[in-house]
Protein backbone atom coordinates (compact mmCIF):
# COMPACT_ATOMS: atom_id res chain seq x y z
CA UNK A 1 0.00 0.00 0.00
CA UNK A 2 1.03 3.29 -0.92
CA UNK A 3 2.42 5.38 1.81
CA UNK A 4 -0.92 8.28 1.01
CA UNK A 5 -3.48 5.61 1.11
CA UNK A 6 -2.09 4.31 4.25
CA UNK A 7 -1.80 7.40 5.80
CA UNK A 8 -5.71 7.70 4.98
CA UNK A 9 -6.56 4.47 5.68
CA UNK A 10 -4.58 4.83 9.10
CA UNK A 11 -6.83 8.08 10.09
CA UNK A 12 -10.06 6.63 9.10
CA UNK A 13 -9.71 3.61 11.52
CA UNK A 14 -8.60 6.30 14.49
CA UNK A 15 -12.19 7.84 13.78
CA UNK A 16 -14.66 7.19 15.87
CA UNK A 17 -18.23 8.03 16.42
CA UNK A 18 -17.55 10.51 19.09
CA UNK A 19 -15.53 12.30 16.34
CA UNK A 20 -18.59 12.55 13.64
CA UNK A 21 -20.92 13.67 16.74
CA UNK A 22 -18.26 16.54 17.67
CA UNK A 23 -17.55 17.65 14.53
CA UNK A 24 -20.48 17.08 11.94
CA UNK A 25 -21.94 20.63 10.92
CA UNK A 26 -21.36 22.55 14.50
CA UNK A 27 -21.54 19.40 16.66
CA UNK A 28 -24.84 17.10 17.40
CA UNK A 29 -24.16 17.91 21.10
CA UNK A 30 -24.05 21.77 20.08
CA UNK A 31 -27.20 21.78 18.15
CA UNK A 32 -29.23 19.38 21.32
CA UNK A 33 -27.67 21.99 23.80
CA UNK A 34 -29.49 24.89 21.91
CA UNK A 35 -32.55 23.40 21.59
CA UNK A 36 -32.49 22.73 25.51
CA UNK A 37 -32.08 26.37 26.26
CA UNK A 38 -34.19 27.70 23.98
CA UNK A 39 -36.97 25.17 25.63
CA UNK A 40 -35.94 26.48 29.53
CA UNK A 41 -34.89 23.21 29.56
CA UNK A 42 -31.88 22.57 32.51
CA UNK A 43 -28.34 22.31 30.73
CA UNK A 44 -26.11 19.78 31.80
CA UNK A 45 -22.80 20.40 33.40
CA UNK A 46 -20.04 21.14 30.58
CA UNK A 47 -16.36 20.11 32.27
CA UNK A 48 -13.30 20.87 30.27
CA UNK A 49 -10.82 17.32 31.28
CA UNK A 50 -8.11 19.50 30.75
CA UNK A 51 -8.92 21.50 33.59
CA UNK A 52 -11.46 19.23 35.38
CA UNK A 53 -11.74 21.03 38.89
CA UNK A 54 -12.24 24.77 37.46
CA UNK A 55 -14.98 26.12 39.87
CA UNK A 56 -18.66 26.21 38.75
CA UNK A 57 -22.01 27.24 40.04
CA UNK A 58 -24.62 25.26 41.20
CA UNK A 59 -28.47 25.32 40.01
CA UNK A 60 -28.63 28.17 42.72
CA UNK A 61 -27.33 29.85 45.63
CA UNK A 62 -25.76 27.58 48.25
CA UNK A 63 -25.67 27.55 51.62
CA UNK A 64 -22.88 25.27 52.11
CA UNK A 65 -19.48 25.50 49.87
CA UNK A 66 -17.97 21.98 51.24
CA UNK A 67 -18.37 18.60 52.86
CA UNK A 68 -16.64 17.04 55.67
CA UNK A 69 -18.77 13.17 56.14
CA UNK A 70 -18.24 10.94 59.38
CA UNK A 71 -18.99 7.68 58.45
CA UNK A 72 -18.72 5.24 61.25
CA UNK A 73 -18.44 2.50 59.38
CA UNK A 74 -20.47 -1.10 60.43
CA UNK A 75 -23.29 1.05 62.20
CA UNK A 76 -23.33 2.25 65.92
CA UNK A 77 -26.02 1.46 67.97
CA UNK A 78 -28.93 4.68 67.90
CA UNK A 79 -29.52 3.11 71.03
CA UNK A 80 -26.88 3.95 72.97
CA UNK A 81 -26.42 7.16 71.69
CA UNK A 82 -29.19 9.12 70.39
CA UNK A 83 -32.67 7.48 70.15
CA UNK A 84 -33.77 7.99 74.29
CA UNK A 85 -36.31 4.84 74.49
CA UNK A 86 -37.32 4.50 78.20
CA UNK A 87 -40.19 1.84 76.85
CA UNK A 88 -37.28 -0.32 75.84
CA UNK A 89 -35.58 -0.23 79.16
CA UNK A 90 -38.89 -1.52 80.86
CA UNK A 91 -39.02 -4.49 78.34
CA UNK A 92 -34.96 -5.37 78.77
CA UNK A 93 -35.08 -8.90 78.92
CA UNK A 94 -38.60 -9.40 78.13
CA UNK A 95 -39.60 -12.38 74.94
CA UNK A 96 -39.70 -9.85 72.16
CA UNK A 97 -43.29 -10.03 70.49
CA UNK A 98 -44.03 -11.88 67.25
CA UNK A 99 -45.38 -8.47 65.73
CA UNK A 100 -42.29 -7.00 65.84
CA UNK A 101 -40.36 -10.64 64.17
CA UNK A 102 -43.50 -11.21 61.73
CA UNK A 103 -42.32 -10.26 57.67
CA UNK A 104 -38.57 -9.17 58.76
CA UNK A 105 -35.14 -10.63 57.76
CA UNK A 106 -31.98 -10.85 60.15
CA UNK A 107 -28.25 -10.95 59.80
CA UNK A 108 -28.06 -12.98 62.50
CA UNK A 109 -30.67 -13.52 64.96
CA UNK A 110 -32.95 -16.28 64.62
CA UNK A 111 -35.57 -17.85 66.54
CA UNK A 112 -37.59 -15.22 69.17
CA UNK A 113 -34.71 -13.27 70.81
CA UNK A 114 -35.36 -11.34 73.65
CA UNK A 115 -35.39 -7.51 74.20
CA UNK A 116 -32.44 -5.46 75.42
CA UNK A 117 -32.62 -2.09 76.76
CA UNK A 118 -30.61 0.84 76.11
CA UNK A 119 -27.11 -0.26 78.11
CA UNK A 120 -26.29 3.91 78.96
CA UNK A 121 -27.97 6.85 80.46
CA UNK A 122 -29.37 9.32 78.38
CA UNK A 123 -29.82 12.88 79.35
CA UNK A 124 -31.00 16.14 77.76
CA UNK A 125 -28.12 18.82 76.58
CA UNK A 126 -28.43 22.33 75.28
CA UNK A 127 -31.07 24.72 74.50
CA UNK A 128 -32.38 22.28 72.16
CA UNK A 129 -32.87 19.48 74.40
CA UNK A 130 -31.36 17.17 72.49
CA UNK A 131 -31.20 13.42 74.11
CA UNK A 132 -27.71 12.35 74.20
CA UNK A 133 -26.07 9.09 75.73
CA UNK A 134 -23.81 9.51 78.76
CA UNK A 135 -20.96 8.07 76.05
CA UNK A 136 -20.73 11.11 74.45
CA UNK A 137 -19.85 13.78 77.07
CA UNK A 138 -17.62 15.99 75.20
CA UNK A 139 -20.41 15.97 71.93
CA UNK A 140 -23.33 16.51 73.78
CA UNK A 141 -22.06 20.16 74.77
CA UNK A 142 -22.44 21.33 71.11
CA UNK A 143 -25.22 19.28 70.30
CA UNK A 144 -26.97 23.38 69.64
CA UNK A 145 -24.88 22.90 66.60
CA UNK A 146 -26.81 19.77 65.54
CA UNK A 147 -29.51 18.27 63.45
CA UNK A 148 -30.19 14.97 64.92
CA UNK A 149 -32.18 13.29 61.73
CA UNK A 150 -33.83 10.03 63.94
CA UNK A 151 -35.88 8.52 61.06
CA UNK A 152 -32.77 7.79 58.61
CA UNK A 153 -34.24 4.43 56.90
CA UNK A 154 -32.38 2.09 54.18
CA UNK A 155 -33.67 -1.29 52.08
CA UNK A 156 -29.91 -2.54 53.12
CA UNK A 157 -29.42 -4.97 55.77
CA UNK A 158 -25.61 -5.83 54.96
CA UNK A 159 -22.55 -3.78 55.36
CA UNK A 160 -21.09 -3.14 52.09
CA UNK A 161 -24.43 -2.79 49.98
CA UNK A 162 -25.52 -0.38 52.85
CA UNK A 163 -22.55 1.18 52.66
CA UNK A 164 -22.67 1.97 48.63
CA UNK A 165 -26.20 2.79 48.82
CA UNK A 166 -25.64 5.90 52.20
CA UNK A 167 -22.64 6.91 49.46
CA UNK A 168 -23.71 6.48 45.88
CA UNK A 169 -27.13 5.41 45.75
CA UNK A 170 -27.26 1.85 44.60
CA UNK A 171 -26.44 -0.86 46.48
CA UNK A 172 -24.34 -2.99 43.39
CA UNK A 173 -21.05 -1.51 42.68
CA UNK A 174 -19.96 0.91 39.68
CA UNK A 175 -21.60 4.31 40.85
CA UNK A 176 -20.40 7.55 41.88
CA UNK A 177 -20.11 8.20 45.24
CA UNK A 178 -21.65 11.68 46.47
CA UNK A 179 -18.13 13.16 46.78
CA UNK A 180 -17.66 12.77 42.96
CA UNK A 181 -21.08 13.85 42.16
CA UNK A 182 -19.97 17.07 44.56
CA UNK A 183 -16.69 17.64 42.67
CA UNK A 184 -17.67 16.73 39.21
CA UNK A 185 -20.60 19.31 39.84
CA UNK A 186 -18.91 22.09 41.81
CA UNK A 187 -15.07 21.43 41.22
CA UNK A 188 -12.19 22.81 43.85
CA UNK A 189 -11.36 25.98 44.56
CA UNK A 190 -7.58 24.64 44.96
CA UNK A 191 -5.82 22.97 42.52
CA UNK A 192 -3.02 21.89 43.99
CA UNK A 193 -4.94 19.35 46.41
CA UNK A 194 -7.63 16.62 44.94
CA UNK A 195 -11.14 17.81 45.18
CA UNK A 196 -12.44 14.75 47.42
CA UNK A 197 -10.25 13.39 49.42
CA UNK A 198 -10.82 10.12 51.92
CA UNK A 199 -8.99 9.39 55.07
CA UNK A 200 -9.63 6.26 57.18
CA UNK A 201 -8.70 4.86 60.67
CA UNK A 202 -9.93 1.92 62.64
CA UNK A 203 -7.90 -0.80 61.53
CA UNK A 204 -9.75 -1.64 58.81
CA UNK A 205 -10.98 -0.47 55.11
CA UNK A 206 -15.16 -0.39 54.96
CA UNK A 207 -16.91 -3.27 53.69
CA UNK A 208 -17.59 -1.55 50.77
CA UNK A 209 -14.05 -1.24 49.95
CA UNK A 210 -12.57 1.91 47.73
CA UNK A 211 -16.41 1.22 45.42
CA UNK A 212 -17.77 3.71 48.67
CA UNK A 213 -15.77 6.73 47.14
CA UNK A 214 -15.41 5.87 43.45
CA UNK A 215 -16.10 7.68 39.97
CA UNK A 216 -18.26 5.48 38.96
CA UNK A 217 -18.89 6.31 35.27
CA UNK A 218 -17.86 9.96 36.06
CA UNK A 219 -13.83 10.79 34.92
CA UNK A 220 -12.03 8.90 37.15
CA UNK A 221 -10.69 12.26 38.06
CA UNK A 222 -13.32 12.97 40.68
CA UNK A 223 -12.81 9.94 42.39
CA UNK A 224 -11.81 9.99 45.80
CA UNK A 225 -8.02 9.99 46.98
CA UNK A 226 -7.28 7.81 49.66
CA UNK A 227 -4.57 9.92 51.76
CA UNK A 228 -3.02 8.69 55.21
CA UNK A 229 -3.08 10.54 58.13
CA UNK A 230 0.61 9.12 59.56
CA UNK A 231 3.82 9.20 57.11
CA UNK A 232 3.56 10.13 53.40
CA UNK A 233 0.30 11.44 52.52
CA UNK A 234 -0.19 9.13 49.69
CA UNK A 235 2.42 6.45 48.88
CA UNK A 236 5.26 7.30 46.40
CA UNK A 237 4.37 11.43 46.70
CA UNK A 238 8.13 11.83 46.70
CA UNK A 239 10.51 11.43 43.93
CA UNK A 240 12.90 8.86 43.57
CA UNK A 241 16.59 8.88 44.63
CA UNK A 242 18.31 11.00 41.82
CA UNK A 243 15.44 12.46 40.56
CA UNK A 244 14.77 16.09 40.68
CA UNK A 245 11.71 18.28 40.65
CA UNK A 246 13.17 19.82 37.23
CA UNK A 247 13.81 16.17 35.93
CA UNK A 248 10.01 15.17 37.06
CA UNK A 249 8.59 18.09 35.30
CA UNK A 250 10.50 17.21 31.86
CA UNK A 251 9.57 13.88 31.98
CA UNK A 252 5.82 14.79 33.00
CA UNK A 253 5.71 17.32 30.38
CA UNK A 254 7.09 14.66 27.35
CA UNK A 255 4.04 12.23 28.99
CA UNK A 256 1.16 14.78 28.56
CA UNK A 257 2.60 15.25 25.34
CA UNK A 258 2.07 11.93 24.47
CA UNK A 259 -1.34 11.70 25.75
CA UNK A 260 -2.59 15.13 23.92
CA UNK A 261 -1.42 13.08 20.70
CA UNK A 262 -3.38 9.90 21.68
CA UNK A 263 -6.47 12.33 22.51
CA UNK A 264 -5.96 13.82 19.44
CA UNK A 265 -5.64 10.63 17.74
CA UNK A 266 -8.77 8.50 19.49
CA UNK A 267 -10.82 10.89 21.05
CA UNK A 268 -11.34 9.34 24.71
CA UNK A 269 -11.93 11.76 27.56
CA UNK A 270 -10.28 9.74 30.00
CA UNK A 271 -7.05 10.42 28.28
CA UNK A 272 -7.25 14.04 29.44
CA UNK A 273 -8.31 12.97 32.90
CA UNK A 274 -5.24 11.04 33.11
CA UNK A 275 -3.08 14.35 32.18
CA UNK A 276 -5.12 16.22 34.61
CA UNK A 277 -4.27 13.69 37.47
CA UNK A 278 -0.64 13.28 36.67
CA UNK A 279 -0.64 17.37 36.91
CA UNK A 280 -2.59 17.49 40.67
CA UNK A 281 0.39 14.52 41.79
CA UNK A 282 2.93 16.95 40.78
CA UNK A 283 1.50 19.54 42.51
CA UNK A 284 1.07 17.17 45.92
CA UNK A 285 4.58 16.93 46.12
CA UNK A 286 4.74 20.51 47.19
CA UNK A 287 1.45 21.67 48.75
CA UNK A 288 0.45 17.84 50.37
CA UNK A 289 2.89 17.38 53.10
CA UNK A 290 2.33 21.10 54.24
CA UNK A 291 -1.44 20.54 54.31
CA UNK A 292 -1.08 17.00 56.24
CA UNK A 293 1.33 18.00 58.42
CA UNK A 294 -0.70 18.68 62.15
CA UNK A 295 2.63 19.46 64.26
CA UNK A 296 2.10 22.66 62.59
CA UNK A 297 -1.16 22.97 64.66
CA UNK A 298 -0.81 24.62 68.09
CA UNK A 299 -0.41 22.41 71.24
CA UNK A 300 -3.76 23.79 72.17
CA UNK A 301 -5.43 22.76 69.33
CA UNK A 302 -3.83 19.54 68.99
CA UNK A 303 -4.80 18.54 72.52
CA UNK A 304 -8.67 19.85 71.40
CA UNK A 305 -8.58 16.91 69.41
CA UNK A 306 -7.07 14.74 71.30
CA UNK A 307 -4.38 13.45 68.31
CA UNK A 308 -2.11 10.96 68.32
CA UNK A 309 1.37 11.81 67.05
CA UNK A 310 2.43 9.08 64.17
CA UNK A 311 -0.88 6.80 64.31
CA UNK A 312 -3.42 6.73 62.40
CA UNK A 313 -6.84 7.48 64.36
CA UNK A 314 -9.78 9.38 63.63
CA UNK A 315 -8.53 12.49 65.60
CA UNK A 316 -5.60 12.90 63.75
CA UNK A 317 -8.64 12.71 60.63
CA UNK A 318 -11.21 15.44 62.14
CA UNK A 319 -7.85 17.43 62.68
CA UNK A 320 -7.13 17.23 58.98
CA UNK A 321 -10.39 17.61 58.31
CA UNK A 322 -10.41 20.67 59.02
CA UNK A 323 -6.94 21.86 57.72
CA UNK A 324 -7.79 20.29 54.21
CA UNK A 325 -11.73 22.12 54.31
CA UNK A 326 -9.63 25.33 55.02
CA UNK A 327 -7.56 25.02 52.04
CA UNK A 328 -10.37 24.50 49.47
CA UNK A 329 -11.30 20.76 49.59
CA UNK A 330 -14.53 20.35 48.10
CA UNK A 331 -15.53 16.76 50.08
CA UNK A 332 -13.60 15.01 52.94
CA UNK A 333 -14.39 12.04 53.49
CA UNK A 334 -13.93 10.15 56.87
CA UNK A 335 -14.28 6.47 57.79
CA UNK A 336 -14.21 5.05 61.03
CA UNK A 337 -14.17 1.23 61.14
CA UNK A 338 -15.45 -0.82 63.92
CA UNK A 339 -19.02 -0.23 65.41
CA UNK A 340 -20.07 -3.82 64.39
CA UNK A 341 -21.73 -4.54 67.99
CA UNK A 342 -23.10 -7.78 67.15
CA UNK A 343 -21.94 -8.86 70.97
CA UNK A 344 -20.19 -11.58 69.78
CA UNK A 345 -16.76 -11.19 71.43
CA UNK A 346 -15.55 -8.74 73.96
CA UNK A 347 -15.13 -5.94 71.16
CA UNK A 348 -17.97 -6.13 69.70
CA UNK A 349 -19.43 -6.08 72.99
CA UNK A 350 -21.76 -2.86 73.50
CA UNK A 351 -21.08 -3.29 77.55
CA UNK A 352 -16.85 -3.12 76.02
CA UNK A 353 -15.62 -2.46 72.82
CA UNK A 354 -18.41 0.28 72.09
CA UNK A 355 -17.06 2.06 74.82
CA UNK A 356 -13.86 2.23 73.45
CA UNK A 357 -15.23 3.46 69.88
CA UNK A 358 -16.80 5.80 71.73
CA UNK A 359 -14.06 7.32 73.23
CA UNK A 360 -12.55 7.30 70.11
CA UNK A 361 -14.96 9.80 68.39
CA UNK A 362 -16.67 11.97 71.36
CA UNK A 363 -13.97 14.54 71.73
CA UNK A 364 -12.57 14.69 68.10
CA UNK A 365 -16.14 14.92 66.53
CA UNK A 366 -16.93 18.12 69.62
CA UNK A 367 -13.37 19.97 68.19
CA UNK A 368 -14.05 19.20 65.07
CA UNK A 369 -17.50 21.83 64.94
CA UNK A 370 -16.16 23.92 67.87
CA UNK A 371 -12.72 24.67 65.88
CA UNK A 372 -15.02 25.22 62.67
CA UNK A 373 -17.07 27.80 63.83
CA UNK A 374 -14.64 29.64 65.72
CA UNK A 375 -12.21 29.92 62.24
CA UNK A 376 -15.76 31.36 60.81
CA UNK A 377 -16.19 27.86 58.44
CA UNK A 378 -18.35 26.57 59.99
CA UNK A 379 -21.44 28.46 58.36
CA UNK A 380 -20.09 27.44 54.84
CA UNK A 381 -19.21 23.79 56.11
CA UNK A 382 -21.51 20.98 56.05
CA UNK A 383 -20.56 18.22 58.65
CA UNK A 384 -22.87 14.88 58.41
CA UNK A 385 -22.36 11.77 60.95
CA UNK A 386 -23.93 8.58 60.76
CA UNK A 387 -23.33 5.10 59.67
CA UNK A 388 -25.29 3.05 57.26
CA UNK A 389 -28.32 1.48 58.94
CA UNK A 390 -29.15 1.05 62.65
CA UNK A 391 -29.30 -1.74 65.53
CA UNK A 392 -32.21 -3.70 66.39
CA UNK A 393 -34.15 -3.28 69.55
CA UNK A 394 -33.44 -6.98 70.25
CA UNK A 395 -30.26 -8.98 71.82
CA UNK A 396 -28.64 -10.33 68.98
CA UNK A 397 -28.39 -13.83 69.16
CA UNK A 398 -26.32 -17.29 67.04
CA UNK A 399 -28.43 -19.66 65.82
CA UNK A 400 -31.26 -19.20 68.00
CA UNK A 401 -28.72 -19.16 71.36
CA UNK A 402 -28.60 -16.60 73.74
CA UNK A 403 -24.65 -15.00 73.84
CA UNK A 404 -22.98 -14.09 76.63
CA UNK A 405 -22.25 -10.53 75.69
CA UNK A 406 -24.67 -8.02 74.80
CA UNK A 407 -25.09 -6.91 71.32
CA UNK A 408 -27.65 -5.88 68.91
CA UNK A 409 -28.05 -7.08 64.68
CA UNK A 410 -28.29 -5.04 61.91
CA UNK A 411 -32.04 -3.01 61.29
CA UNK A 412 -32.33 -1.22 58.09
CA UNK A 413 -35.84 0.14 59.54
CA UNK A 414 -34.46 3.09 61.83
CA UNK A 415 -31.19 4.88 62.73
CA UNK A 416 -29.93 8.52 63.25
CA UNK A 417 -27.80 10.59 61.16
CA UNK A 418 -26.37 13.84 62.51
CA UNK A 419 -25.98 17.43 60.08
CA UNK A 420 -24.17 20.31 60.98
CA UNK A 421 -23.06 23.98 59.59
CA UNK A 422 -24.20 24.51 56.27
CA UNK A 423 -27.25 25.97 56.35
CA UNK A 424 -28.40 23.23 58.71
CA UNK A 425 -31.31 23.85 61.62
CA UNK A 426 -30.58 22.87 64.78
CA UNK A 427 -32.86 20.15 66.32
CA UNK A 428 -34.54 17.32 65.70
CA UNK A 429 -36.40 15.88 62.53
CA UNK A 430 -38.26 12.48 62.29
CA UNK A 431 -38.57 9.97 65.18
CA UNK A 432 -39.11 5.58 65.73
CA UNK A 433 -41.57 3.97 67.55
CA UNK A 434 -41.94 2.91 70.96
CA UNK A 435 -38.75 0.63 71.28
CA UNK A 436 -36.64 2.38 68.34
CA UNK A 437 -37.18 -0.27 65.74
CA UNK A 438 -38.97 1.93 62.76
CA UNK A 439 -39.35 4.92 61.54
CA UNK A 440 -42.63 5.99 62.17
CA UNK A 441 -42.64 10.14 61.91
CA UNK A 442 -41.23 12.22 59.00
CA UNK A 443 -39.37 9.19 57.30
CA UNK A 444 -36.11 9.96 56.01
CA UNK A 445 -34.42 7.61 53.18
CA UNK A 446 -30.83 7.86 52.21
CA UNK A 447 -31.82 9.02 48.99
CA UNK A 448 -33.60 12.00 50.83
CA UNK A 449 -30.90 12.89 52.73
CA UNK A 450 -28.27 13.03 49.63
CA UNK A 451 -31.32 15.22 48.00
CA UNK A 452 -31.43 17.62 50.82
CA UNK A 453 -27.02 17.48 50.39
CA UNK A 454 -27.17 18.67 47.41
CA UNK A 455 -29.63 21.44 47.36
CA UNK A 456 -27.34 22.71 50.57
CA UNK A 457 -24.91 22.59 47.98
CA UNK A 458 -26.63 24.67 45.47
CA UNK A 459 -27.75 22.05 43.36
CA UNK A 460 -31.37 20.02 42.49
CA UNK A 461 -30.60 16.64 42.95
CA UNK A 462 -32.78 15.88 39.78
CA UNK A 463 -30.89 18.18 37.27
CA UNK A 464 -27.08 16.98 38.61
CA UNK A 465 -27.00 14.11 35.78
CA UNK A 466 -24.58 12.66 33.68
CA UNK A 467 -25.86 10.20 31.05
CA UNK A 468 -25.14 6.51 31.05
CA UNK A 469 -27.16 3.35 29.62
CA UNK A 470 -29.20 5.59 28.28
CA UNK A 471 -30.47 7.41 31.20
CA UNK A 472 -29.74 10.79 32.83
CA UNK A 473 -28.00 8.82 35.75
CA UNK A 474 -27.94 10.85 39.41
CA UNK A 475 -26.91 10.14 42.95
CA UNK A 476 -29.98 9.94 44.18
CA UNK A 477 -31.00 7.13 41.99
CA UNK A 478 -33.36 7.38 38.84
CA UNK A 479 -35.15 4.22 40.19
CA UNK A 480 -35.97 5.51 43.67
CA UNK A 481 -38.53 8.93 44.89
CA UNK A 482 -36.50 10.95 46.73
CA UNK A 483 -37.28 14.35 48.41
CA UNK A 484 -35.28 17.57 50.16
CA UNK A 485 -36.02 17.43 53.97
CA UNK A 486 -37.00 20.85 54.28
CA UNK A 487 -37.36 20.95 58.04
CA UNK A 488 -33.52 20.17 57.85
CA UNK A 489 -32.92 23.62 56.43
CA UNK A 490 -32.15 26.73 58.31
Known amino acids: ?274 IAQYETAFKMQVSAHEAFDIAREPEAVRAAYGVKPGEESFANNCLLARRLAERGVRYIQLFHWGWDSHGANEKEALDVGFRGQCVDVDRPMAALLEDLEQRGLLEDTLVVWGGEFGRTPMKENRGGTEMRWAGRDHNPGAFTVWMAGGGVRPGTVGATDELGYEAVMDRVSVHDLKATMLHLLGFDHRKLTYPFQGLDQRVTNVTKPSEVVKAIIA
Not at 195 to 218: C, Q
Open 1 to 274: MELPQEAFVAQHQHTTRRHFLRDCSTGLGALWMTLQAQAGAPLPVIRDMAQPFVELPGHFRAKAKRVIYLHMAGAPSQLELFDHKPELARFDGKTCPQKYLEGKRFAFIQGIPKLLGPRYPFAQHGRTGAWVSDRLPQFARVVDHVCFIKSLHTDQFNHAPAQLAMHTGYSTPGYPSMGSWVTYGLGSSNENLPGFIVLLSGGKTPDAGKSAWGSGFLPSVYQGVQCRSKGEPVLYLGNPAGVTRDLRRLSLDALNDLNRQAHQEVGDPETLTR
